[in-house]
C-alpha cells in the first residue's frame, strides 16, 4: 500500500474519536479523487509532429528531372542525407518534386501549387526559386539547399538570424570568381584574355565580373562578359565567345549551367579554349579546373536543416551555412588534350587530379 495512504488508514483505524476518524477518512477519499480527476484532463506535452503522421516535403527546382536526378546531384544527396537520418520515402516522410525545366516564371505558380499540401517544410535550390516559395507562402518553413546569397537578395535578415520563415546555405560561387582567376592564370601564364559565361536569369551574376575587375587588372586578364537566357540562346553566347578572341573560359555557377555542362565543355573543347569552372561535376565532364564547395555535401546538409525542423525548431532561428571547405580538381586529361604542362605548385594544391 502506498505509504501516505497506509498512515492515513492507521491513523483513522487507532482514532479514539470516532467523528475524527470518519472526516479523516473522507478527506483521503476526497485527495485521492482529486489526484485521479487532474491525472486524467491534464493534456500530453506536445510533439513536434503528432504520432503517426508522414511529414510532407515538397521540392521546388527549376531544372529538369533529368537534372537533379543523376545520381551526383545535390538532391540525390539530400535523399540520401535523409535516409542516413533514418527517414523512409513514402512511410516516415513523403517527397513531392516539382521541376520548372529552366522557365523561371513557371516557378511561381509550382510553389503555389505546393503550398496548397499543406507541407511541413518547402526544400528549394536557386535564388529563384527561394523568391516563388517566399512569394508564396510566410507562414510554411522553407528551407533553400543551394542559392549564392539569401542576403543580399534580401531574402533572409541576416546569416546567423535569418529570421521569417526561411533559411538555407549560401553558394559564395561570385566570391570565389577570383581564385578561380587565378588558378587559371597559374595553369597558362601567358593568358591575357578570358570569356565569362554568366546566367541573365541569375541575380548573383548581376556583377560578374565586374566585381573581380582589380584581380583581373592584376593578373593582366581583360575580362568579356558573356550572358546565355534563355537555353536557345547557348548559340549565340558561343558564336560571342568564338568571335572575341577569348584564350580562356570561366564558367560561372548556374543550376541551368550545371544541367548543361556537357554542352558548354564539348564547346571548349572544340575551340581549345581551357576552362575554370565551380563544382567537381564540371571536371568530370572535362573542365580543366574546377574549385567550390562541395554540392553534394551541401544537399547532405539540407537534409539536417529539414530534420531539424520537423522536429519543432523554427528556420527562422536556424543561421544560414556557408561552406567553408572548397575543392580544387584539375583534369589532366583536358590538360594534355590542350597541350597545356600543369606546373607542380598547382598540382600540389589539388584536392584531386583526374588522368
Known amino acids: 500500500m ?13 482514532a479514539r474519536d470516532r467523528r475524527a476518524a470518519t472526516t479523516l477518512w473522507w478527506y483521503t477519499i476526497g485527495c485521492l ?11 500530453l506535452a506536445p510533439e513536434a509532429q503528432p504520432p503517426g503522421h508522414i511529414p510532407v516535403v515538397p521540392v521546388l527546382s527549376p531544372g529538369t528531372f533529368e537534372a537533379l ?25 513523403r517527397l513531392e518534386q516539382r521541376y520548372a525545366a529552366w522557365q523561371w516564371d513557371r516557378l511561381p505558380s509550382l510553389a503555389a501549387e505546393l503550398v496548397q499540401l499543406q507541407p511541413d517544410v518547402i526544400v528549394t535550390w536557386t535564388t529563384p526559386g527561394a523568391l516563388a516559395a517566399r512569394q508564396s507562402t510566410t507562414t510554411i518553413p522553407i528551407m533553400v539547399a543551394v542559392s549564392e546569397d539569401l542576403v543580399a537578395e534580401g531574402i533572409v535578415a541576416s546569416l546567423a538570424q535569418p529570421g521569417g520563415n526561411i533559411t538555407g546555405q549560401n553558394l559564395r560561387d561570385p566570391e570565389l570568381a577570383g581564385k578561380r582567376l587565378e588558378l587559371l592564370k597559374e595553369a597558362v601564364p601567358t593568358l591575357t584574355q578570358v570569356a565569362v559565361l554568366v546566367h541573365a536569369g541569375d541575380h548573383a551574376h548581376d556583377r560578374v565580373p565586374g566585381h573581380i575587375a582589380a ?87 539540407a537534409a539536417v536543416f529539414v530534420d531539424k525542423i520537423l522536429k519543432g525548431a523554427k528556420p527562422g532561428d536556424l543561421p544560414v551555412e ?34
Open 33 to 43: 479523487s482529486t489526484l485521479i480527476f487532474g491525472i486524467l484532463v491534464t493534456p
Open 322 to 355: 556557408q561552406p567553408a571547405k572548397f575543392a580544387l580538381v584539375i583534369n589532366l586529361k583536358t590538360a594534355q588534350a590542350l597541350g597545356i604542362t600543369m606546373p607542380p605548385s598547382l598540382l600540389i594544391l589539388a584536392d584531386e587530379i583526374i588522368k
Open 2 to 14: 502506498n505509504a501516505p495512504i497506509y498512515k492515513l488508514y492507521s491513523a483513522c483505524r487507532h
Open 215 to 301: 584581380e583581373a587588372q592584376a593578373l593582366g586578364v581583360r575580362l568579356q562578359r558573356v550572358e546565355v537566357d534563355p537555353v536557345e540562346t547557348f548559340d549565340r553566347a558561343f558564336s560571342t565567345v568564338a568571335s572575341s578572341g577569348a584564350e580562356a573560359l570561366m564558367v560561372m555557377d548556374s543550376a541551368m549551367f550545371n544541367a548543361h555542362r556537357q554542352r558548354i565543355l564539348e564547346f571548349a573543347r572544340t575551340h581549345r579554349l581551357p576552362t575554370v569552372c565551380g563544382v567537381r561535376l564540371y571536371a568530370e565532364a572535362g573542365c580543366l579546373l574546377a574549385y567550390a564547395p562541395d554540392l553534394r555535401e551541401m544537399g547532405r546538409r
Open 69 to 93: 536526378s543523376d545520381p551526383k546531384s545535390s538532391l540525390n544527396a539530400f535523399r540520401q542525407g535523409l535516409r542516413d537520418l533514418g527517414y523512409v520515402e513514402g512511410q516516415t516522410i
